[in-house]
């Protein structure tokens, strides 16, 4: 029994990918495809099923522009470099789609709360963590920050360490799915859902919480059949939402962006308000510079670097800023013509979950796409695996339920 049990654990072990490190979170891909091809070999290797492999590799369609747009990147070394980090967009979906290694729904759910589970876990060590560093959290000129150093904090755990807004996302799609997927004890849901919103309240990473904030008013008025219901519940849910703001640490980052007297950051005068402001006018400078393929993933960093020195800070020279934006930096890596490729993969994963009348599914990508307008979610490995990982397993329980032809066939 054991033997039997053990042999199903690469299946399951990115159900934890919050409690894992980046290099724990490699091992556990390479697992789940050792795992993957051992058991399509085994079972599946007479029957293969075109459909299944074709809509993996629609999956892992961003992959392949990254090859591509080598041709046209100077940098090879770093281009070289984010084409491996990005071979996850591809393992994950041949791995879960294509040699469809999960052979009943109940696993799939089983994955969830396994994962649920562990983003509990990951929560209870960041607050135990952040308790014992409450001095130095509390001991700061203002709540400014106090909040900085909070969220500083979050990203400076031993091992498990994220920045606030990946800690968010971890989170944020566990409490998603946590609606949809209760335990069989409600206190135990109370439970993780109150921690949960607790986590993300006191990560206070704006761009999650907008978006969970339209995920929550969506699902009202999915689940609520009378429109003046909905309503009357979503301005309510807003309300609440704003009144929690003035009680946790979300209502010094809304006070930074109220308060800021600089839109370009200046000298020391500098948040991350006016820093966006800045790096999103370099993002959309880069990009009117070469709009048709861009300038390879290799090289766009360079380009920002290049540009933010107009800048008179030494903001930009101490830490390293992306696009903050994931459809910017498609558009700066590999223009026009490719970003609209990786669009049509958007709007295919959406169409599978809208025909597939999965919810879930649908709201889980609303989320994420709302993100992708304030951070580079897909460049950052942990944020990568976690949209990677999940999109594919929800469309894998769309493709157990309804006929493949008629869904992939977009």
Not at 254 to 260: F, G, H, P, Y
Request: net charge positive.
């Amino acid at each position: 029994m054991k033997i039997k049990i053990l042999r199903f654990v690469p299946l399951y072990v990115l159900a934890f990918l919050p409690l894992f490190s980046l290099a724990m979170t490699s091992m556990a891909i390479g697992l789940l495809l050792i795992y993957a091809i051992w058991h399509f070999i085994k079972t599946d290797a007479r029957k293969l099923n075109l459909i299944r492999f074709r809509t993996s590799l629609v999956y892992a369609l961003p992959f392949f522009l990254y090859i591509i747009a080598l041709l046209w990147t100077q940098d090879m070394k770093k281009g070289l470099e984010i084409v491996g980090r990005m071979a996850s967009i591809l393992i994950i979906p041949i791995s879960i789609i294509g040699l469809k290694p999960f052979k009943k729904v109940e696993s799939i759910y089983l994955f969830f709360k396994l994962y649920i589970i562990s983003s509990f876990v990951y929560v209870l060590v960041t607050m135990l963590f952040l308790f014992l560093n409450m001095d130095l959290i509390l001991n700061q000129p203002n709540s400014y920050f106090s909040v900085l150093t909070l969220r500083n904090s979050i990203d400076n755990i031993p091992l498990i360490g994220e920045h606030a807004i990946y800690f968010s996302l971890f989170v944020g799609v566990a409490l998603l799915i946590l609606y949809y997927h209760r335990f069989k004890n409600k206190y135990l849901n109370v439970l993780f859902g109150l921690t949960f919103l607790s986590a993300i309240a006191i990560a206070s990473s704006r761009g999650v919480i907008a978006g969970l904030v339209i995920v929550s008013i969506i699902i009202v008025f999915q689940e609520v059949k009378s429109h003046k219901k909905a309503i009357f519940i979503a301005i309510g849910l807003i309300l609440g939402i704003l009144a929690i703001s003035f009680l946790t640490p979300i209502k010094s980052r809304i006070d930074e962006i109220l308060n800021t007297k600089n839109i370009y950051p200046v000298g020391l005068q500098y948040n991350s308000f006016n820093l966006r402001v800045a790096i999103y006018d370099c993002s959309l400078k880069i990009i009117n510079r070469s709009p048709l393929i861009g300038y390879g993933p290799g090289d766009v960093q360079n380009e920002l670097n290049e540009c933010y020195k107009k800048f008179d800070t030494e903001a930009f020279t101490k830490i390293t800023y992306n696009s903050h934006n994931q459809y910017f930096d498609y558009l700066a890596s590999f223009g026009v013509l490719g970003t609209l490729i990786i669009l049509f993969a958007f709007y295919y994963y959406y169409k599978i979950a809208v025909k597939g009348k999965n919810r879930l599914y649908l709201n889980f990508l609303i989320l994420f796409y709302i993100v992708f307008l304030t951070e580079n979610v897909l460049y950052r490995n942990s944020g990568m695996v976690l949209f990677v990982t999940f999109n594919c397993l929800f469309a894998n329980l769309i493709l157990f339920e309804e006929n493949l032809k008629n869904l992939t066939n977009i």
